[in-house]
């Protein structure tokens, strides 16, 4: 770690990304707070033009700022989406300074926006681990989880419904069946009723057979069957007969 001047109103500190510039006293909004330096790049010298590190600051088309150096503290200020400093650019004095555009508190990180070329460069394809963007993603993670939950109930409730259908239609036709065989047992109640109620109607004939209707209309004509055997019917000739010969 860099030692800082302790009237300084700012250390060297762990930050999401590594090591990130914190406040150590309030800051106003408005101080200047930091100068960004190094030495200045030359666009037209070869040499100068050659060198390519992630602190480079461009001031113009010419002249670059070399922020590599250690003894730049600045170079330790992460970038933000939503910063609470900016760089304040002075292209004719060749001079860069961090410069509040927010109250910031102590313990606070400063940080100030890259710019767009940083970001697409450097930033964009690792992701930008800013607080916003932190806050963008975690929010975007929410919603995708809460997307999935509510896709996921959307599914459970769908399957419920078909179960329940299902569980409906087997209980519809095992309702059916059961009237069915219901009615079947039903008939083939009806039905043995009915020939339990013939074999006993044949018994009564039966017992009346053998009983009491001897003496009623089956009775009379056993008489006559009786009478025609033993000759009785044929009397009246015989004594037509009889009568004849006489
Ligand atoms: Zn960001």
């Known amino acids: 770690m860099p030692t800082i001047p302790s009237n300084k109103p700012y250390r060297v500190g ?36 050659a060198i390519e590190n992630k602190y480079l600051f461009e001031l113009n088309d010419r002249w670059t700022i070399d922020g590599s150096v250690r003894k730049n503290i600045a170079r330790y200020i992460n970038h933000a989406c939503k910063p609470n400093a900016e760089s304040d650019v002075k292209p004719r004095k060749r001079k860069v300074f961090i410069r509040a555009i927010k109250n910031i508190e102590p313990g606070e990180e ?37 997307e999935k939950a509510r896709l996921k109930a959307k599914a459970e409730r769908k ?48 017992k009346s057979l053998n009983g009491k209707s001897l003496n009623g209309h089956a009775g009379k004509s056993a008489t006559k069957m009786v009478a025609a055997k033993s000759g009785i019917l044929a009397k009246p000739q015989q004594l037509r007969e009889t009568r004849a010969s006489a």
């Open 159 to 206: 399957a419920l419904k078909k179960a329940e259908k299902l569980a409906k239609a087997k209980k519809q036709l095992k309702d059916k069946l059961k009237q069915k065989l219901e009615a079947k047992a039903e008939r083939q109640a009806k039905l043995k009723l009915k020939l339990n109620g013939h074999s006993n109607g044949a018994k009564a004939n039966g």
């Open 14 to 49: 762990r930050s999401l990304t590594g090591l990130g510039l914190f406040a150590t006293k309030p800051i106003k909004k408005g101080t200047k707070i930091i100068r960004y330096f190094g030495p200045l790049l030359d666009s037209k010298k070869k040499k100068d033009d």
């Open 110 to 146: 400063i940080n100030y926006d890259y710019g767009t070329d940083y970001f697409k460069a450097y930033l964009k394809p690792i992701g930008c681990k800013c607080t916003a963007c932190e806050k963008k993603r975690k929010k975007k993670r929410a919603e995708a989880r809460a």
